[in-house]
């Protein structure tokens, strides 16, 4: 059978669409906030980066990912990605 | 005023924690896709990577992307990072 006509493979890829297009709209959402905290710390002479606060970022996301069944190594990998770009649109910006 | 009590950071960091969590969760969703995926096409003989449809995925996410405000070369790394996941996991397992 051709993988394009397959209908395991179907069904599969379409939830897998339906997923990526609700993490695109979660990130941009994500994106937002995280720009109108950077303007605020800037207005308001915060830092812009916070450890401490990053290591419970950290720790929470690690128990949320092995509640969900989610490798809590790769959740702490997803939230350095996503922070890195933050800090990475705070330089160009 | 501290970091602690700053009443407009606390508010986006509630917001960035729950949508972290909804992250964390549509992931977890995704790679228990991925596995049935990886799982059927082992089976079936088709081969792991498809770089048609991966082709035909960044194209998607990157519209998707422009739609909602998010910058699309990032909606692409993001994909990237995701499917290198994957693969990765295909290898462990």
Redesign the interface.
């Given at each position: 059978?051709s993988?394009d006509i397959?209908p395991?493979?179907e069904d599969?890829?379409s939830?897998?669409?339906n997923?990526?297009?609700?993490?695109?709209?979660?990130?941009?959402?994500?994106?937002?906030?995280?720009k109108?905290?950077g303007e605020?710390?800037a207005k308001?002479g915060?830092a812009p980066s916070?450890p401490d606060?990053e290591a419970v970022?950290i720790a929470?996301?690690r128990n949320?990912?092995a509640e969900?069944?989610?490798?809590p190594v790769?959740?702490e990998?997803?939230?350095r990605?996503i922070v890195d770009?933050v800090i990475q649109?705070h330089k160009l910006a």
């Open positions: 059978m993988v397959d395991v493979l599969c890829r939830s897998i669409d997923i990526d297009a609700a993490l695109v709209h979660l990130l941009a959402e994500r994106f937002k906030i995280t109108r905290v605020h710390k308001v915060f916070d606060r970022q929470r996301l949320l990912a969900s069944g989610l490798d790769f959740s990998k997803f939230l990605f770009e649109h």
